[in-house]
């Protein structure tokens, strides 16, 4: 009997080493696979993180506050006025000193790109994030009885964006989201660089403070504008 008992004790430790060799192939198969496919993996996630509304005829195109160094922002807008998806564009910017800021800065950079200083609304304010700067523009969307806007922002921006404001704007407003091309941001090789990098990362992060802190806000609010405590979770200000 122990003969025997030996001799099974051995084909259960072969058995034992085969399976974990097989366990380790496959791992090793899975990273191999994973590591010559991070190319398309990476490019689709970083081109589902953008998101593009159908676009119609809106009361005004929303411009938000920050444009890039190249104006991409107004860029887009101007060329959503020229096809007369509305009659006025909405330059929204933060103030950086008492006479001036950024609204004053994207008035500018839309006159140069064709867009009428009688059709832009300059709108200063001083949110320190992009809900504050959605507060602020739902009230003044009230004021003027916008009944549809699109908001313009940077592609990587866009899925936040709409977010937040789908959840600070009053229910009786259309929000449209759309995207400008941004000269710091490849959706297809985001991974490549770190300013790139930074962007998703940073828009990630701030999608999660978004939520936790709208969430008991309904999407598409109840008709006034939502007021939400800064509370702790600000993070230094990402939303």
């Avoid at 866009?158 to 000269?183: E, K, M, N, W």
Wanted: proline share 4%; net charge positive; glycine share 6%.
């Amino acid at each position: 009997m122990r003969p025997r008992l030996r001799r099974r004790g051995r084909r259960d430790e072969s058995g034992g080493i085969i399976s974990s060799l097989l366990s380790l192939l496959l791992v090793v198969v899975f990273c191999t696979v994973l590591y010559f496919a991070r190319g398309p993996i990476l490019r689709f996630a970083g081109e589902s993180w953008i998101v593009e509304d159908p676009l119609e005829r809106s009361d005004a195109i929303i411009v938000l506050s920050d444009d890039n160094f190249y104006a991409d922002r107004a860029t887009h807008a101007a060329d959503l006025y020229r096809h007369s998806l509305a009659p006025l564009v909405v330059a929204s910017g933060r103030r950086l000193r008492p006479y001036a800021g950024i609204a004053e800065l994207m008035q500018h950079d839309l006159i140069e790109r064709g867009v009428p200083k009688d059709r832009i609304l300059a709108v200063a304010h001083n949110a320190e994030n992009t809900r504050e700067e959605a507060q602020a523009l739902a009230q003044q969307a009230l004021d003027h009885k916008w009944k549809s806007v699109i908001v313009v922002t940077s592609n990587y921006h866009t899925r936040r964006a709409r977010y937040i404001f789908l959840h600070v704007f009053p229910s009786q407003i259309a929000v449209r989201v759309s995207g400008s091309h941004d000269g710091d941001f490849d959706p297809e090789h985001w991974w490549q660089t770190r300013s790139s990098l930074k962007e998703l990362t940073r828009e990630f992060a701030g999608l999660v403070v978004a939520m936790w802190e709208l969430r008991a806000q309904p999407k598409a609010g109840s008709g006034t504008p939502a007021v939400v405590g800064l509370g702790s979770l600000n993070l230094l200000d990402i939303v």
